[in-house]
C-alpha cells in the first residue's frame, strides 16, 4: 500500500469520476485506474462500483475512506513537524464560515487545534455566495457552506449531514410534543428567506411540504432569522426551520426547536476548496470535520 495510492481513491472517492480526479492530480487517467486497482488486489476488495453512467463506492469503500483520509493526515502531521521550526504559529488557514454552523464549528476547530497545533485559523463570516466566490478567487482557502450547489471554480467535498428542526411558539399546541409532522404544520405560515438567498434550504423545505401533501403557506417576508425568531417568541402564528446545531445553541423558553417526524430534515454540509490549490493543511480540516463524531447530524 503506498500513499500516492490512497491519494487517488480518496480523489476518485471525493469526485466519483475518474477522469475527473485524473485532471485534480495532473495525471492521465489510466494511471489513476491502474493504481486503484492494484490496491484493491493487495487488499483483497472492491472500493468502488464501476459501469459506464456512474462510479459510486462499495460498502468496503465507504469504510476504507475516513481510514485513507486519516493516514493522509498523519503525513501531512509528520511533514509539518520538521517543516515548521519550534514555537509560533507558521501559517493560517482563512475558513469561510456562518453563524448557523453552531457547535458543530467549535468541534471542528478544537479538533484541527489537536491535529495542527501551530496552525492559525483566520475566521471569515460572509454570505453562502460569497464565500464561494472568495474560495474561487483566492481570498479564502476553504469554506464552510450547505447544500450541493455547483459554483464555477470551486470544488465541494461533503464533510457531514446537517439535521433541520422546527421553529415553533413555545406555547403552540404541537410544542408540547417530542417531534412534529410537516403535515400538521399545513395551516400555519412558513418564514423562509427569499429562495435567491439559500436555495438548497428553500428547495428541501417547500420539496418536503409537498411531499407531505401540502403547499406551505408563505408567511411575512423575513430580514433575518433572528426577526423571524423574535416574531415566533412573540407569539406569531408561524414557523421556520433552523439548523440543528445552531438550535442547541440558542437560549430562548419561547421558541420551541423539534425535530420533524420520520426521517427528518437535512441537507448536506460541504467543504469548499479550490479544484486545483487546495490549501496545503487540507487533509487535517477533512480529519478534524471526521472527529468530531456528529457527521450526520
Same mark, same amino acid.
Not at 438548497?200 to 403547499?215: I, K, M, N, Q, S
Given at each position: 500500500?503506498?500513499?500516492?495510492?490512497?491519494?487517488?481513491?480518496?480523489?476518485?472517492?471525493?469526485?466519483?469520476?475518474?477522469?475527473?480526479?485524473? %485532471?485534480?492530480?495532473?495525471?492521465?487517467?489510466?494511471?489513476?485506474?491502474?493504481?486503484?486497482?492494484?490496491? %484493491?488486489?493487495e487488499l483483497g476488495?472492491?472500493?468502488?462500483?464501476?459501469?459506464?453512467?456512474?462510479?459510486?463506492?462499495?460498502?468496503?469503500?465507504?469504510?476504507?475512506?475516513?481510514?485513507?483520509?486519516?493516514?493522509? *493526515?498523519?503525513?501531512?502531521?509528520?511533514?509539518?513537524?520538521? *517543516?515548521?521550526?519550534?514555537?509560533?504559529?507558521?501559517?493560517?488557514?482563512?475558513?469561510?464560515?456562518? #453563524?448557523?454552523?453552531?457547535?458543530?464549528?467549535?468541534?471542528?476547530?478544537?479538533?484541527?487545534?489537536?491535529?495542527?497545533?501551530?496552525?492559525?485559523?483566520?475566521?471569515?463570516?460572509?454570505?453562502?455566495?460569497?464565500r464561494m466566490g472568495?474560495?474561487?478567487?483566492?481570498?479564502?482557502?476553504?469554506?464552510?457552506?450547505?447544500?450541493?450547489?455547483?459554483?464555477?471554480?470551486?470544488?465541494?467535498?461533503?464533510?457531514?449531514?446537517?439535521?433541520?428542526?422546527?421553529?415553533?411558539?413555545?406555547?403552540?399546541?404541537?410544542?408540547? *410534543?417530542?417531534?412534529?409532522?410537516?403535515?400538521?404544520?399545513?395551516?400555519?405560515?412558513?418564514?423562509?428567506?427569499?429562495?435567491?438567498?439559500n436555495p438548497p434550504?428553500?428547495?428541501?423545505?417547500?420539496?418536503?411540504?409537498?411531499?407531505?401533501?401540502?403547499?406551505?403557506?408563505?408567511?411575512?417576508?423575513?430580514?433575518?432569522?433572528?426577526? #423571524?425568531?423574535?416574531?415566533?417568541?412573540?407569539?406569531?402564528?408561524?414557523? #421556520?426551520?433552523?439548523?440543528?446545531?445552531?438550535?442547541?445553541?440558542?437560549?430562548?423558553?419561547?421558541?420551541?426547536?423539534?425535530?420533524?417526524?420520520?426521517?427528518?430534515?437535512?441537507?448536506?454540509?460541504?467543504?469548499?476548496?479550490?479544484? #486545483?490549490?487546495?490549501?496545503?493543511?487540507?487533509?487535517?480540516?477533512?480529519? *478534524?470535520?471526521?472527529?468530531?463524531?456528529?457527521?450526520?447530524?
Amino acid at each position: 500500500m503506498e500513499l500516492r495510492q490512497l491519494r487517488y481513491f480518496v480523489t476518485v472517492a471525493e469526485e466519483l469520476h475518474f477522469g475527473r480526479a485524473a %485532471e485534480r492530480l495532473h495525471i492521465v487517467q489510466s494511471a489513476v485506474s491502474q493504481q486503484i486497482r492494484r490496491l %484493491e488486489r493487495e487488499l483483497g476488495v472492491e472500493f468502488f462500483d464501476r459501469s459506464p453512467r456512474h462510479v459510486r463506492l462499495t460498502p468496503a469503500g465507504e469504510r476504507f475512506l475516513p481510514e485513507a483520509r486519516s493516514v493522509l *493526515a498523519a503525513e501531512a502531521r509528520a511533514r509539518a513537524s520538521v *517543516a515548521e521550526p519550534p514555537g509560533g504559529r507558521t501559517a493560517t488557514l482563512r475558513l469561510g464560515t456562518s #453563524t448557523g454552523l453552531g457547535d458543530h464549528l467549535d468541534r471542528v476547530l478544537e479538533a484541527l487545534a489537536r491535529l495542527a497545533p501551530r496552525l492559525a485559523v483566520e475566521l471569515v463570516s460572509a454570505p453562502a455566495r460569497s464565500r464561494m466566490g472568495q474560495v474561487a478567487a483566492g481570498g479564502l482557502d476553504a469554506a464552510f457552506v450547505r447544500g450541493l450547489d455547483e459554483h464555477p471554480g470551486v470544488r465541494l467535498i461533503p464533510v457531514w449531514q446537517d439535521q433541520l428542526v422546527v421553529a415553533l411558539p413555545a406555547r403552540h399546541p404541537l410544542a408540547a *410534543a417530542d417531534d412534529v409532522a410537516l403535515k400538521d404544520l399545513a395551516t400555519l405560515p412558513l418564514r423562509l428567506t427569499a429562495r435567491r438567498n439559500n436555495p438548497p434550504l428553500v428547495d428541501l423545505v417547500v420539496t418536503a411540504c409537498r411531499d407531505a401533501g401540502f403547499e406551505p403557506v408563505p408567511g411575512p417576508p423575513t430580514h433575518s432569522l433572528q426577526d #423571524t425568531l423574535a416574531a415566533i417568541g412573540a407569539g406569531a402564528g408561524v414557523w #421556520t426551520v433552523v439548523y440543528a446545531s445552531h438550535a442547541r445553541s440558542l437560549l430562548t423558553r419561547r421558541v420551541a426547536f423539534l425535530p420533524v417526524r420520520g426521517s427528518g430534515l437535512s441537507l448536506p454540509a460541504v467543504l469548499a476548496v479550490h479544484p #486545483t490549490a487546495p490549501p496545503a493543511h487540507l487533509d487535517l480540516l477533512l480529519e *478534524a470535520c471526521a472527529d468530531t463524531g456528529d457527521h450526520h447530524s
